[in-house]
């Protein structure tokens, strides 16, 4: 979880002074974390059913914990029931993330342990950075596309031994499925699935996310099918082990620090890594930030936003602690994009997340419809649009395309 950090040991950026009313108001949503199943399948599944409603596409920034994805480490700041117990666990939720690279969205750097980093030094920093990449370079990679423009990994396929109905069977819609939840895997393929946990296994053949939770539950997940291969290439061997020399390591390029605990030590490690934007620090509504002294120079920040009369930051667990309800939220969130778009010649505009589901979930509640009402337009009780022009890009795009670089050019001219 996040939380905020009073003592400000590291350097601020430079407000950008770009003139955003060129610009549609670009509002950037992202998730800390990268535990549950299922909800990799709902934030996909938002994206898909946006762009076929709306036609605007929306690209998520996660900030991902390796530790999730590996029972080898040691040492996290993780609650023990949330590391995984199975390299299959892991190889599913490496799959599930590889499948929203392939649909456009970000991973992001929330580094591997989840532990505060406000005292460390350079070399603590760059020991849990560098094995992050490790773990990211080794196992995600850049989409390899067949002719259709549909990429061949990871390969989602039902259990062969379902039947129609049944968990682990072919879907299409929930009607199909005895349990009542099809799950989309991707656009194209839809399996049957029932929730799970340490007291409500999955069946033969499929994979928990949470196994060891005893009150909460995730989902039951078919594990990806190998071997891959594209072409001549083998991409994938029947155990699933990747062939790197025929496949490009996706490259992360942002970071959030845990508990949003940073230090100028952090933005050393990154800068000499090549980052192009931090997003921990909290800070009042108002353009992106251009760090302009070292450590970190020419990196741009992305602060949770914060405006006045509003309950806290855009961050789910801050609304959390002061006990803000989702409808609060919805609030608050809409009556900043207002002032994003009106009053501050539409300045980026962000909220964060996490993968918890806080309060049942009224939070990840709150920015869908939060995403809804800037899609069609910001309309008031009359169904007047307020805000006409609105794109949801990563954070990612945002730096790479979107924003001018440190030497003041345009980042895609």
Known sequence: ?????????APF???????????????????????????????LGFARKMKRETGRSVHFSYFINTAYYDPAVKGVAIDP?????????????????????????????????????????????????????????????????????????????PLKMAAP???????????????????HLSEDVGVCSTTCNANSPCVAGMVCGSPTWTKATDVCVPPPSFPIQHGDKVLFD?????????????????????FLHYNAALYRVLSARGYLYDSSP??????????????????????LMWLKGTLTYSMDDAYNSKGGTGAQMEADYQKAILAAYEDFDRVPW?????????RDGEYWRAMQKTM??????????????????????????LSENKLPRWDGTASNP
């Open 238 to 258: 029947a155990e699933g082990h990747p062939r790197k020399e025929n496949l490009q390591p996706y490259r992360v390029v942002g970071f959030r620090a845990p």
């Open 350 to 358: 962000n909220m964060g997340h996490h993968f918890a589901l806080l």
């Open 13 to 43: 950026g430079e407000p950008l002074k770009t003139d955003f009313r060129a610009h549609p108001l670009q509002i950037t949503a992202a998730f800390d974390g990268s535990k549950r199943f299922g909800m990799w399948l709902d934030t």
């Open 372 to 397: 809804t009402f800037a899609a069609a337009g910001c309309p008031d009780a009359k169904g007047t649009h307020r805000c006409q022009d609105v794109e949801f890009p990563s954070f990612r795009e």
């Open 81 to 157: 029931l949330d590391v995984p117990t199975t390299d299959e666990e892991a190889r599913v939720r490496w799959a599930l993330t590889q499948q929203a690279i392939n649909e456009g969205h970000e991973i992001a750097n929330h580094t591997v342990r989840h532990a505060s980093g406000r005292t460390w030094s350079d070399a603590a920093w760059r020991q849990e950075i560098d094995e992050f990449h490790a773990l990211v370079e080794a196992n995600l990679f850049e989409p390899v596309r067949d002719a259709a423009g549909k990429a061949v990994f990871p390969k989602w396929e």
């Open 282 to 303: 909290s800070w009042k509504l108002g353009p992106p930030r251009r760090m302009a002294e070292e450590p970190g120079k020419g990196m741009l920040q992305f602060p």
């Open 1 to 9: 979880m996040a939380g905020s950090c009073k003592k400000r040991d």
């Open 165 to 183: 109905g049944q968990v682990g069977s072919g879907c299409g819609s929930d009607a199909d499925c005895q349990a009542g939840a099809c799950l």
